[in-house]
């Protein structure tokens, strides 16, 4: 089966990141960045695609999932938003990339829209699956409906020790089972959930995703090192950058939407696509759609 390596690996923050690097040393940096409960290989066929263009792509493992490590033990395994988004910032500083297009989708989707909205000049474009992902945590508590709110049972579950226990134990199945959950009409086999699947062996993998489903509700404190970013992103800010929205037309978890209800969120040129049928995990069932958008912004040319 297909695997995107080798791997290096590079210090950046407060992590040893773990990543693949392909295409030309001198092209267009597109940074793809995975979701949970996935790992690089949602990007297995986008970026051999884009490298083939010409782009220089960079698909790191995030934090909490092998073989990315924390460097310090007394780091806080915090899964917050703005902990993601720096995360992106560090190895792009680390690898001396001065901008990228950043893309992603669930929590590398967040990180991406964390990127483009704080650091702007990082920033010559996004492409983010379900819009606009940085979290409204004071509004976290007003309910969506009950069709909503039953796709979410993960994040409830987690709030408890007995999800924290469940996680532990039936990381495989619990995993497995939101992968056919959201992407109903994806037919996987064993070899492909296993290939991504390893990366949850992580022992920070259970610390970091139930923090992150923790604190998007207000449930637990962030890590203070990024109480600042948090505080920012509190106020919702607006992306400006050039953006490609894309939404699965089979999203089990969130719905397609026709993007209007977050054209406020962005001030920049913005389009939304809906690609039919397929999932949750968009870049790894339709990567052609997933690199084309890529590489639209890419190739753009950036003003002087």
């Given at each position: 089966?297909?695997?995107?390596?080798?791997?290096r690996h590079v210090d950046?923050?407060?992590?040893?990141?773990?990543?693949?690097?392909?295409?030309?040393?001198?092209?267009?940096?597109?940074?793809?960045?995975?979701?949970?409960?996935?790992?690089?290989?949602?990007?297995v066929?986008?970026?051999?695609?884009?490298?083939?263009?010409?782009?220089?792509?960079?698909?790191p493992?995030?934090?909490?999932?092998?073989?990315?490590?924390?460097?310090?033990?007394?780091?806080?395994?915090?899964?917050e938003?703005?902990?993601?988004?720096?995360?992106?910032?560090?190895?792009?500083?680390?690898?001396?990339?001065?901008?990228a297009?950043?893309?992603?989708?669930?929590?590398?989707?967040?990180?991406?829209?964390?990127?483009?909205?704080l650091?702007?000049a990082?920033?010559?474009?996004?492409?983010?699956?379900?819009?606009?992902?940085?979290?409204?945590?004071?509004?976290?508590?007003?309910?969506?409906?009950?069709?909503g709110?039953?796709?979410?049972?993960?994040?409830?579950?987690?709030?408890?020790?007995?999800?924290?226990?469940?996680?532990?134990?039936?990381?495989?199945?619990?995993?497995?089972?939101?992968w056919?959950?959201?992407?109903?009409?994806?037919?996987?086999?064993?070899?492909?959930?296993?290939?991504?699947?390893?990366?949850?062996?992580?022992?920070?993998?259970?610390?970091?995703?139930?923090?992150?489903?923790?604190h998007?509700?207000?449930?637990?404190?962030?890590?203070?090192?990024?109480?600042?970013?948090?505080?920012?992103?509190?106020?919702?800010?607006?992306?400006?950058?050039?953006?490609?929205?894309?939404?699965?037309?089979?999203?089990?978890?969130?719905?397609?939407?026709?993007?209007?209800?977050?054209?406020?969120?962005?001030?920049?040129p913005?389009?939304?696509?809906?690609?039919?049928?397929?999932?949750?995990?968009?870049?790894?069932?339709?990567?052609?759609?997933?690199?084309?958008?890529?590489?639209?912004?890419?190739?753009?040319?950036?003003?002087?």
């Amino acid at each position: 089966m297909k695997r995107l390596e080798p791997l290096r690996h590079v210090d950046a923050g407060v992590l040893d990141i773990a990543y693949y690097e392909a295409g030309p040393a001198d092209g267009p940096v597109a940074m793809l960045m995975h979701g949970y409960p996935y790992d690089i290989h949602s990007y297995v066929d986008v970026a051999p695609d884009l490298a083939a263009r010409g782009c220089r792509v960079i698909v790191p493992y995030l934090r909490g999932y092998s073989p990315t490590r924390f460097l310090d033990g007394a780091t806080p395994r915090s899964g917050e938003q703005a902990a993601l988004g720096a995360d992106l910032i560090a190895l792009m500083d680390a690898l001396k990339i001065r901008t990228a297009v950043v893309a992603g989708y669930d929590w590398g989707g967040r990180a991406a829209c964390v990127a483009a909205a704080l650091w702007p000049a990082r920033v010559t474009g996004l492409v983010c699956v379900n819009s606009y992902l940085i979290q409204n945590i004071a509004r976290a508590m007003v309910p969506t409906s009950p069709a909503g709110e039953k796709a979410i049972w993960y994040q409830y579950y987690f709030h408890n020790e007995r999800g924290v226990a469940g996680l532990s134990a039936n990381r495989r199945e619990l995993t497995r089972l939101l992968w056919k959950d959201w992407s109903p009409n994806w037919n996987f086999d064993d070899a492909t959930f296993e290939r991504a699947a390893v990366s949850f062996d992580n022992p920070d993998f259970v610390p970091v995703v139930i923090h992150n489903y923790r604190h998007r509700f207000g449930l637990v404190d962030g890590d203070p090192a990024y109480a600042g970013l948090q505080k920012r992103l509190a106020a919702q800010p607006v992306i400006s950058v050039p953006a490609i929205t894309l939404d699965g037309g089979g999203d089990g978890v969130i719905a397609a939407t026709d993007g209007k209800g977050s054209a406020h969120l962005f001030s920049g040129p913005r389009s939304h696509r809906i690609v039919p049928k397929v999932g949750h995990n968009l870049p790894q069932e339709a990567p052609k759609a997933f690199a084309d958008a890529v590489w639209e912004l890419a190739s753009a040319k950036q003003p002087a």
